[in-house]
């Protein structure tokens, strides 16, 4: 009853805040207190006074936290206003072009080894031309973390490298394939939010932007944008560490106002972010998550196997890192199952492995997605944005499965 009870504050939490607009963080804590507090009463070994501590995200906080103060900085001095125009200038004149266009340059640096944290350089970047062209944020958000998560599974990247890795392990040498199934299902996927969005419609640019100089606080701050490149690809240099440094350096360098930039971190929006964590731990500890699981194991058979792992990968994904924990665990538990059922290869199932964890990504409970939402500008609703990403992420897990039962993944083992 508990864990059925868990889920049922969860939607009930994301329904209110969706009706009322009130911020979903400080709603899922109150939650979190309360069930946790009943949970304990009826026997679940679950500390209520630790349920914050043991639920915060300290690594998504402080990178969420560390990369909006560096934009920051770039916004009040008009480096990432400098930018987007000098980028908008490639499509000359043309916006529909501009999603397009950090879809691809999105895929190319992540694949290049930066992985999918580099979405904490690019979305500011993206967002803010989205909203100075007109072309819809949740499309822009999407098509953006669409590129680079199709190469964050390349060999060179870190989420590749895992699945590459545990893969071989299970006999499976040839990584292709598999980073193929993902990277043909995320491309689909975000070709059709560009244009079932309004990617075509986004309207030809009235006046094509012109070049712009950047001034001397603002090339230094571009140098720092760089320095953050560099270290993360080239260095494998933890992220937040990097941006929380180039952020104090430029804070000394005098290119920005010390409290505007540090009253620019979205603190809403780490909140929002942090408080969802927090009841997603309560409700994993309650059994909630075991609960799922367990529902969809029961039914697992030769035709359903693949789908059913396509969702509890996304699952789990959400609730878990998919590098750490999810992949370690349901790439070793597919081959075996596929071993047991005789009728279906080891390969078929970790695609599905492959495509349900790393597509949860988009989610805002996962680290890509909440920097997602922490990099918007202020003129985007950021609750609205997190429950329309929440949906997508739903979404792409149920059209996959979908895909997977009709057999189209068939081609990829």
């Given amino acids: 009853m508990i864990p059925v009870c868990s889920l049922i504050v969860l939607v009930a939490v994301i329904a209110v805040s969706a009706i009322t607009k ?14 946790a507090t009943i949970a304990a009463a009826n026997g679940v070994d679950i500390k209520v006074s630790k349920i914050v501590s043991s639920g915060w995200p300290m690594s ?10 560096l934009f920051g900085i770039a916004n009040l001095n008009g480096t990432t206003k400098a930018l987007s125009q000098n980028i908008a200038c490639l499509a000359r004149g043309n916006a529909r072009v501009l999603p397009l266009l950090f879809f691809v ?12 944290l580099i979405v904490a350089v690019i979305m500011p970047v993206a967002l803010y031309v989205a909203v100075d062209n007109g072309i819809p944020v949740l499309m822009m958000s999407l098509v953006t973390m669409g590129g680079i998560m199709v190469g964050g599974l390349s060999p060179l990247a870190i989420n590749g490298i895992v699945a590459s890795q545990l893969s071989a392990e299970q006999g499976i040498t040839n990584y292709n394939p598999l980073w193929a199934a993902y990277a043909v ?70 290119v920005a106002d010390q409290k505007k930039a540090i009253a620019a971190i979205p603190w809403a929006t780490i909140l929002l972010i ?58 070793p538990l597919a081959s075996e199952l596929a071993g047991q059922l005789g009728t279906v290869s080891a390969q078929k199932l970790i695609v599905g492995v492959i495509v349900g964890t790393n597509g949860v990504v988009i989610s805002p409970l996962s680290t890509v997605g909440g920097i997602a939402v922490g990099s918007a500008p202020e003129a985007v609703d950021k609750d609205k944005l997190y429950n329309e990403l929440l949906l997508s992420a739903i979404a792409f897990i149920l059209l996959n499965a979908i895909a997977s039962a009709l057999g189209l993944f068939a081609i990829f083992g």
Wanted: glycine share 12%; proline share 2%; hydrophobic share 55%.
């Fill in 185 to 254: 299902s995320m491309t689909i996927f975000s070709l059709g939010a560009y244009l079932l969005l309004g990617g075509l419609k986004c309207k030809k640019m009235t006046t094509t932007p012109e070049f712009v100089k950047f001034d001397k606080n603002q090339t230094i701050t571009l140098a720092a944008i760089v320095a953050v490149v560099v270290c993360v690809v080239f260095f494998s240099m933890d992220i937040g560490l990097v941006c929380f440094t180039c952020a104090g350096i430029l804070l000394m360098l005098n």
């Fill in 22 to 35: 009130k911020n979903a963080g400080i709603l899922a804590i109150m939650a979190s207190f309360v069930f």
């Fill in 60 to 69: 998504v906080f402080f990178i969420v936290m560390a990369t909006t103060f």
């Fill in 105 to 116: 340059l999105g895929a190319v640096i992540s694949a290049a080894g930066a992985g999918g």
């Fill in 274 to 331: 942090g408080g969802m964590a927090v009841l997603i731990s309560v409700v994993k500890t309650c059994g909630g998550i075991d609960f799922l699981s367990d529902k969809l194991s029961n039914v697992m058979g030769p035709h359903s196997a693949q789908p059913i792992f396509v969702i509890l990968g996304g699952l789990m994904g959400a609730v878990s890192s998919g590098t750490g924990v999810v992949m370690p665990t349901l790439i």
